[in-house]
């Protein structure tokens, strides 16, 4: 599904604090999930939505699915949503972009520009992307920036994670890696660190 990354895992996790440029659709397989946002009280739910930038800590009692939605399909929100059981079974039969948007709300509309480098390759040089739409490197990171809420070298290294993660159940962490534009599994690994809090290993 365009903008979605799906991942699954069999066992509870836990996870200390971070965040992440992306929303997080927490979905236990018949658990709940705790969040800890920092300075405040924990949030338990058989579900939770995570809003991109949001700095949690995160655990499930039982194995889950998690949903990784691009920034720019929803609007902003400044904390986690607890979400309940018939919303969480419906989102494991069937992840639906339209039910989570019912939740959230839409974004608005990407300036084309914003739109064009947002979904480049994030290998593509911005250099090359910026004389496409007409913009100095600059004047695009800015425009993306006020119109994601997120700079531009933190999506694109989104962007890269998201592919890597989706290769990792069907291939080698060094294949991962290449095929999403790292220069190797070395790369891979401090970036899986610092957006998701995970070691590659345990996203297999």
Do not use: N, Y
Not at 6 to 21: D, I, L, N, S
Not at 122 to 143: E, F, H
Not at 178 to 201: I, V
């Amino acid at each position: 599904m365009t903008g979605i990354t799906r991942f699954t895992q069999a066992r509870p996790f836990h996870v200390t604090e971070h965040r992440h440029p992306a929303w997080k659709v927490v979905l236990p397989l018949g658990g709940r999930v705790t969040v800890h946002p920092p300075g405040d009280r924990p949030i338990t739910a058989p579900g939770m939505i995570v809003p991109p930038q949001c700095t949690h800590a995160c655990s499930t009692d039982s194995g889950f699915t998690a949903l990784f939605i691009d920034p720019w399909l929803l609007a902003s929100g400044p904390s986690p949503t607890a979400l309940d059981t018939g919303t969480v079974e419906r989102l494991l039969a069937a992840p639906s972009l339209a039910e989570v948007t019912a939740l959230t709300g839409r974004h608005s509309e990407l300036d084309p520009r914003v739109a064009r480098v947002l979904h480049a390759d994030p290998g593509t040089p911005l250099a090359a992307i910026a004389a496409d739409v007409g913009l100095s490197a600059s004047r695009l990171r800015t425009l993306v920036r006020a119109s994601v809420g997120i700079p531009l070298v933190r999506l694109r290294q989104w962007a890269r994670l998201r592919t890597a993660v989706a290769g990792l159940s069907r291939t080698s962490a060094a294949t991962a890696a290449a095929d999403a534009g790292f220069a190797d599994q070395a790369h891979l690994a401090p970036t899986a660190r610092k957006l998701l809090c995970r070691t590659p290993a345990s996203l297999r």
